[in-house]
């Protein structure tokens, strides 16, 4: 599903003029199949939200390519970018990037205005997501009136109410209890039971334990090549 060959990122920090390469990223192959459950693992600072935001267009790689579905996607410009990410990539980020003016209905229900879903369509399909997520009851909060787990589970239930073939995550149960966690992780599983497939950047063991392999950045490669299997 997703091809990664030779990938490279460096990011240049200081002033003009006396700018310093950083690089972060080096020579970096792997690949994702459908309906894996891939977790991405490794030191603080080691790239892997680097490596999540090339595959998902947000930054341009220094070199290398990246295809997906067998389609070369690393000259793709902004707004070919764009509509991939819509078609394609559900996203849950580590700040959650909920809208603050919008309740968890509106929020949910904003990639269904994005994506031109009639008005008439968009009640039911967001209702089933609150329910699916368990936040029924708070369909009219606004996130600051939300639990850090709540807010979590209202950035999921947008993340899939396009039915996105795959989901990028960082670090998804980052502020959650551990039963919240465990349904939320059960959940990834029978969607992914479902044939979704999932790239998780996760510190978390509970996390990696349902992924089917994990791929382990060191040093800015991806450690033992492929990934290591479970
Ligand atoms: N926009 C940027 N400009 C310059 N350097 C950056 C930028 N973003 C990240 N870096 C550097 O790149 C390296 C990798 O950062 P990245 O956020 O990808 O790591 P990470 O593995 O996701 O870390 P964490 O687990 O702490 O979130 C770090 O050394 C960081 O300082």
């Known amino acids: 599903m997703i091809d990664v060959h030779h990938l490279s990122h460096s990011y240049f920090v200081g002033k003009k003029g006396s700018q310093q390469e950083v690089p972060v990223l080096k020579d970096v192959s792997f690949s994702v199949e459908e309906g894996e459950i891939v977790a ?24 290398g390519q990246i295809e997906f579905r067998g389609q070369d996607v ?19 980020f580590q700040s959650f990037q909920l809208i603050p003016s919008m309740t968890a209905y509106e929020n949910i229900e904003l990639p269904l205005v994005m994506k031109g879903v009639a008005e008439k369509e968009r009640p039911q ?3 089933e997501m609150l329910e699916k ?7 009219d909060h606004y996130p ?4 850090g787990g709540q807010q979590q589970r209202v950035s999921f239930a947008r ?10 995550a ?28 999932f ?14 392999r994990t791929i382990l950045l060191d040093g800015g490669k991806v450690h033992n090549g492929e990934g290591v299997a479970r």
């Open 144 to 147: 600051s009136e939300l639990s």
């Open 170 to 197: 960082d670090e998804p149960t980052g502020s959650l209890d551990q039963e919240t966690e465990r349904e939320l992780l059960s959940f990834i599983q029978h969607l992914n039971e479902e044939g979704m497939t």
């Open 133 to 139: 997520v368990g936040l029924s009851a708070y369909a």
């Open 125 to 127: 399909r967001v209702k």
């Open 40 to 63: 991405i693992v490794g030191r603080s600072g080691s790239g892997k939200s680097t490596l999540l935001n090339l595959l998902s267009g947000y930054i341009r790689p220094t070199s």
């Open 159 to 168: 993340a899939l109410i396009l039915h996105p073939p795959i989901l990028f």
């Open 199 to 212: 790239v998780m950047i996760t510190h978390d063991e509970e996390v990696a334990a349902i992924a089917d």
């Open 74 to 92: 690393t000259n793709y410009n902004e707004s070919q970018w764009a509509a991939l990410r819509l078609e394609q990539v559900g996203f849950i």
